[in-house]
């Protein structure tokens, strides 16, 4: 279905990933983007990609997601044309520690929580009345296959992906009654993104956890909320969970080797 081009499309996390995997395939369908996050040189050579590539208009919001006050900063410096989202893609995410839960680092609980539930909960707060006032929108929250069940060491990041679950389907029933889509995609292990590394505190060695099997790539991904995006108006795509065929779930992986 072809979507409005007029109205962009906001995408947190946009600066590496599947948020920058999402920015290239819905630039490619000429959307215009604004793209967010927090270190600006890579948003702004993001941006300059696709304004050569595709002729696209793209804002650059550099931010930290964590803080309320500059999520509204952000959202505020915006000319007004820029401040009716057709789509917001909620992908600010991450992993930090590994530990049991006896031996979690308080700061590592906080960084996730604050990231992966208030920021995308300071987001939405701004950008879906917009979306209340137009009666039109669509909300894509990026989960995870920890939002659906639990593994070992997994302990904070599993429940604020279950948070994200859980107000994905509460924002449903909030905002289905003023014309607004909301929906998630829940993808296991997905390589071509700073999952790892940031999880493991930089250790590559630590890190290389995709060595032996082949995961999902974030294109994968993105591709896979493009379609949730781009069904007819009257389809509202709950949540697509995907894995990479080797992958049963977060503690069954064939780990055979890299053979697709």
Not at 8 to 16: E, V
Request: hydrophobic share 35%; with cysteine.
């Amino acid at each position: 279905m072809e979507k409005q081009k007029e109205l962009p499309i906001f995408i947190t996390g946009a600066s590496s990933g599947i948020g920058r995997a999402c920015a290239e395939i819905f630039g490619s369908h000429g959307h215009p983007l604004i793209v967010a996050g927090r270190r600006r040189e890579k948003l702004e050579k993001l941006r300059d990609q696709l304004v050569a590539e595709f002729g696209i208009e793209v804002q650059v919001l550099c931010f930290d997601i964590r803080d309320s006050k500059a999520c509204r900063k952000a959202w505020e410096s915006l000319e007004e044309k820029w401040k009716r989202p057709d789509l917001l893609i909620n992908n600010a995410g991450l992993a930090k520690g590994f530990h049991p839960i006896h031996e979690g680092m308080e700061e590592d609980w906080e960084t996730m929580i604050d990231t992966n539930i208030k920021g995308l909960l300071y987001i939405t707060r701004l950008v879906a009345p917009t979306m209340v006032d137009r009666k039109k929108g669509q909300i894509i929250n990026v989960c995870s296959t920890a939002g659906h069940e639990t593994y070992p060491n997994g302990n904070v990041y599993c429940a604020t992906k279950h948070a994200v679950d859980a107000l994905t389907k509460s924002m449903r029933l909030d905002l289905h009654t003023h014309g607004i889509r909301v929906g998630q995609v829940s993808p296991g292990h997905v390589e071509e993104t700073e999952f790892a590394i940031t999880r493991f505190g930089g250790d590559k060695e630590k890190a290389a956890i995709y060595k032996d099997f082949n995961p999902l790539r974030s294109r994968d991904v993105a591709e896979a909320i493009y379609f949730i995006y781009s069904r007819p108006a009257h389809v509202n795509v709950q949540d697509i969970q995907l894995m990479g065929t080797q992958q049963a779930s977060s503690n069954f992986i064939h780990r055979s080797g890299r053979i697709y």
